[in-house]
């Protein structure tokens, strides 16, 4: 398995990015896929998930609204637009097999992950 995510950088408050999670050496369209992130000095925080198919998607209550998480199993690639970011979403990026929720604090509660993208949002 192998997942490598992109698409961080440096945006200033209420700007926006789309993160990319490109994945292979497994058959993608069976598994569910998770985003999750660390900021600095924090654990790790669940984001989002979305089903093998993509059509039920799940959000942490608090980011609803301003992420969307999708995936192109054509591709292999899931992806998570951010949108009106502010600065406490500054963090690492992963993108992870498998279902999440409010429960995970770990990266070893997925079966694989990345090495993550950093996406820092200061002015």
């Known amino acids: 398995v192998q997942l490598v995510e992109s698409g961080g950088g440096l945006v200033p408050p209420g700007g926006s990015l789309r993160l990319s999670c490109a994945a292979s050496?497994?058959?993608?369209?069976?598994?569910?896929m998770t985003w999750v992130r660390q900021a600095p000095g924090k654990g790790v925080e669940w984001v989002s998930s979305?089903?093998?198919?993509?059509?039920?998607?799940y959000y942490a209550d608090s980011l609803k609204g301003r992420f969307t998480i999708t995936r192109d199993n054509a591709k292999d690639m899931l992806y998570l637009q951010m949108n009106d970011l502010k600065t406490e979403d500054t963090a690492v990026y992963y993108c992870?097999?498998?279902?999440?929720?409010?429960?995970?604090?770990?990266?070893?509660?997925?079966?694989?992950w990345g090495p993550g993208t950093q996406a820092t949002i200061s002015s």
């Open positions: 979305i089903v093998s198919g993509g059509e039920h998607t």
């Open positions: 050496e497994f058959t993608f369209d069976n598994y569910p």
């Open positions: 992870a097999t498998g279902l999440g929720g409010p429960w995970v604090t770990r990266l070893t509660d997925f079966g694989y």
